[in-house]
């Protein structure tokens, strides 16, 4: 039996976006998003197709469409759509490939500009039009919907869009966003790409790092309608190769890096140890293997690989320091976390009061007496007691989920 229902998410400045939620919620997510002058119904067999191949499926209107808001403002900037589709992949609960038809295959592709990695896991794009020409793009979203059959009736669209979506500058922020889009992206061209120009659209998919592109002959303006088994084919194939359903396992003699893949879903902060070695000069290695023992007496530990290039000094002394990292310290980490034998000297540091060197813009700083050491296989665990703890409230953490960099998200 099909799990569905309408649900509503909230949009830039309070809209209220409303899409048919698709499948079970428990399964790898699917955002599909319709044209300019389209409704979520032409993805509807698609829809249907994907949940029977075991996917979750959110099929979204976009503002001033179908069931979604009109707007009492007629924002239809393109940046109104943009700010859309990223309040809709912050209400979800895990990141989704986006699926994005003609015009919004921009709004996607600036949408996930940023910070791609963090609100989806894959982008395909359908037909991105090659022409940002504002008379443009209403003469080709009119053309398309009537070839659909769905038609531009009053009830169907807010007559306002098309007066209101500037192109102005499209062309160059797509030349800047579609590079930044690190995560894997399909572009499919039909017979209304191939209306745009194969030069153009090649130019555009190469701009992506990680990316396929199909061109898909035989078919009529669209695909995803005209020949819906066939995309479905390609959209399927995909998934399974980019994100496939099965979850990895682990079990002991195994692949190790699958271990250490499971071990990276726990989101942890970044910290840096610092010491100074027996001739005084400082030493310091990041470690997110951090945590708190006890708060009487006041433990924290730190685990250290036994192959850091400061281990045989960490085993050895007396004080040390935990100086937790915040966002604008991401290219220290990365410093420390190198092989340069001379990482302090362009970083700001100072002696603590208990001797051990601190990083002094850290977000908090824990000065600690060693309390006891443990061997652990290929780590060791340094023990510290806290002499003395420092934070500062105004900044957020530095976060690191999945071996990539994170940020809090603010909602």
């Known amino acids: 039996m099909s799990l569905r229902y309408v649900r509503e998410f909230k949009g830039f400045a309070g809209v209220r976006i409303e899409a048919d939620d698709i499948g079970s919620a428990d399964e790898p997510s699917i955002v599909l998003l319709h ?20 996917r979750h499926v959110i099929n ?8 979604s808001d009109w707007p009492s403002d007629g ?12 309040a809709v992949l912050g209400q979800m609960r895990t990141r989704p ?17 940023e910070d791609a990695a963090m609100l989806a896991s894959g982008l ?13 793009v209403k003469v080709s979203a009119e053309a398309l919907s009537a070839a659909l059959g769905q038609g531009l009736a009053p009830s169907e669209y807010d007559s306002k869009i ?17 590079p930044q889009i690190n995560i894997p992206v399909l572009v499919v061209r039909g017979a209304l790409g191939a209306s745009d120009g194969v030069d153009t659209q090649t130019g555009f998919s190469a701009t992506f790092p990680n ?40 079990r002991s003699g195994s692949d190790a890096r699958t271990l250490r893949d499971a071990m990276g879903c726990f989101a942890t902060g970044v910290t840096i140890i610092t010491a100074h070695a027996p001739d005084g000069r400082p030493v310091g290695l990041t470690a997110n293997s951090f945590t708190s023992v006890s708060l009487d007496p006041p433990l924290l530990l730190v685990c250290i690989a036994n192959n850091s290039g400061s281990a045989e000094v960490l085993r050895g002394i007396d004080d040390f320091a935990v100086n ?50 443990h061997e652990a296989g290929d780590h060791f665990i340094l023990v510290g007691r806290v002499e003395k703890a420092s934070f500062e409230p105004r900044r957020d953490p530095l976060l690191y989920f999945r071996g990539k960099y994170r940020r809090l998200h603010f909602t």
């Open 97 to 113: 490939v986006v699926v994005a038809a003609t015009h919004s295959a921009w709004i996607a592709t600036m949408a996930l500009a």
């Open 35 to 54: 044209g300019f002058g389209q409704t979520r119904k032409v993805w509807e067999d698609v829809a249907v197709g994907l949940e029977q191949a075991g």
């Open 324 to 373: 937790v990292l915040q966002i604008g310290q991401q290219p220290v980490s990365n410093l420390f976390a190198g092989k340069s034998e001379d990482r302090f000297s362009g970083t700001r540091w100072e002696v603590g009061e208990y001797g051990a060197p601190i990083l002094p813009s850290s977000l908090g700083i824990f000065e600690c007496k060693r309390h006891m050491l």
């Open 75 to 86: 924002r239809y900037d393109i940046d109104a759509f943009v700010d859309d589709l990223r």
């Open 211 to 250: 990316v396929e592109a199909i061109d898909v002959d035989g078919g009529g303006l669209l695909i995803v309608a005209e020949r819906t088994e066939a995309f479905n084919g390609l959209l399927i194939d995909f998934l399974e190769r980019k994100q496939p359903r099965f979850i990895p396992e682990y």
């Open 60 to 67: 979204v209107d976009l503002r001033g469409h179908g069931g």
């Open 124 to 136: 395909i794009l359908l037909d991105p039009p090659a022409h940002t020409d504002a008379q443009a």
């Open 162 to 178: 098309f007066a209101s979506f500037g192109t102005d500058g499209v062309d160059a922020r797509l030349a800047q966003a579609a």
